[in-house]
């Protein structure tokens, strides 16, 4: 069992930047893969961000250039550093651990709201 906590979400003007957070505990040494999706209100859950053990990225095309995904493995912790934020960027965003590539996430955070203002 691995429990995640996300923090870091808030309210924010477009163009400002977050920083969101997602501790992990239990069984963290078999967790593989981190990652962030989000949800806005009324549309389906889509991916952000990933990265490996390894520290390989990958990123929804809608982020690439101003979201920065990374990690400290010391600290079983992911973070998301969002930048030149819009409006459309506003949704619940979730943190998530998978324990190998390629099967799906294993498990999910409650999930940090992030509004961005116009």
């Known amino acids: 069992q691995v429990q995640l906590v996300e923090s870091g979400g808030g309210l924010v003007q477009a163009g400002g930047s977050l920083r969101l957070s997602c501790a992990a505990s239990?069984?963290?040494?078999?967790?593989?893969?981190m990652g962030w999706s989000r949800q806005a209100p009324g549309k389906q859950r889509e991916f952000v961000a990933s990265?490996?053990?390894?520290?390989?990225?990958n990123y929804a095309d809608s982020v690439k250039g101003r979201f920065t995904i990374s990690r400290d493995s010391a600290k079983n912790t992911v973070y998301l550093q969002m930048n030149s934020l819009k409006p459309e960027d506003t949704a619940v965003y979730y943190c998530h651990v998978a324990f190998r590539t390629g099967t799906g996430w294993d498990y999910w955070g409650q999930g940090t709201q992030v509004t961005v203002s116009s």
């Open positions: 239990g069984s963290t040494r078999s967790i593989n893969v």
């Open positions: 990265i490996g053990d390894g520290g390989s990225t």
